[in-house]
């Protein structure tokens, strides 16, 4: 089974609106981690948000939130007032466990466009 | 935010030679990194996990005798395709993680492998 899925391949969304991006994980352990990352043209991997399994409030961070509904096992990603610049990929990544070694599982992206 | 570095960022090489890329923590310490591979338009795909002083952790499918890792120091960390063919040709990135006290990996910008 997949361990993170994310149901969007692409997205549309008008300048200074709103946008979600669905991420549904699947994992039997207590303590995991979820987190979502940019990653624009150029490659790089960038950290946007974190949310702890045993966090009770959503994650935010700036114009990005993190809708966490534990009990549907899934991890919304919220991005306020969508700019220009926000056109990338957005991939949903899972860690189980809260070791340094423990790996990462990525979902297959979203590729969010923002049409001015 | 922690600085994870590789080199090269592009590299064209002909069939049956030999590429090592490297991946460097700037500052920060990891005993512990991670070599991903991604095709265009892919997720990202754990290939290895690096352990310092021991070691990597591969996933399955992916070939140890092909690609090499090794872990010299808590900060360098080196994959080597060896006897490239066209086939290897993706995008390599690389990542770490700083400590028990914070959650998120850091990537390196990544580095384009060509294999002609």
């Known amino acids: 089974a997949q361990k993170i899925t994310q149901t969007q391949p692409g997205m549309f969304v008008q300048e200074k609106e709103a946008v979600t991006l669905d991420c549904t994980y699947d994992?039997?352990?207590?303590?995991?981690?979820l987190f979502w990352y940019k990653q624009p043209s150029s490659g790089e991997m960038i950290f946007l948000i974190y949310?702890?399994?045993?966090?009770?409030q959503n994650a935010t961070e700036g114009r990005y939130s993190l809708n966490f509904q534990k009990a549907r096992k899934s991890a919304n990603l919220v991005i306020s007032a969508s700019q220009l610049g926000d056109s990338a990929m957005y991939f949903c990544?899972?860690?189980?466990?809260?070791?340094?070694?423990?790996?990462?599982?990525f979902g297959s992206g979203t590729k969010l466009n923002v049409k001015p | 935010g922690a600085v994870v570095s590789q080199h090269p960022s592009r590299v064209i090489c002909k069939s049956g030679t030999s590429v090592k890329i490297e991946c460097r923590s700037l500052?920060?310490?990891?005993?512990?990194m991670f070599w991903y591979r991604q095709f265009p338009k892919q997720s990202l795909m754990l290939m290895a996990t690096?352990?310092?002083?021991?070691?990597?952790?591969?996933e399955q499918g992916v070939e140890k005798d092909k690609f090499l890792i090794n872990h010299a120091s808590l900060t360098l960390s080196t994959l080597t395709v060896t006897s490239a063919h066209p086939e290897d040709s993706s995008f390599y990135i690389c990542?770490?993680?700083?400590?028990?006290?914070?959650?998120?990996?850091?990537f390196g910008p990544g580095t384009r492998l060509t294999v002609t």
């Open positions: 990542s770490a993680k700083p400590g028990q006290g914070v959650h998120e990996q850091y």
């Open positions: 994992t039997s352990d207590q303590s995991y981690g």
């Open positions: 949310q702890g399994s045993y966090d009770e």
């Open positions: 990544a899972m860690r189980e466990g809260l070791y340094n070694f423990n790996k990462f599982y």
């Open positions: 500052d920060f310490q990891a005993t512990t």
């Open positions: 690096s352990n310092e002083g021991s070691k990597a952790t591969y």
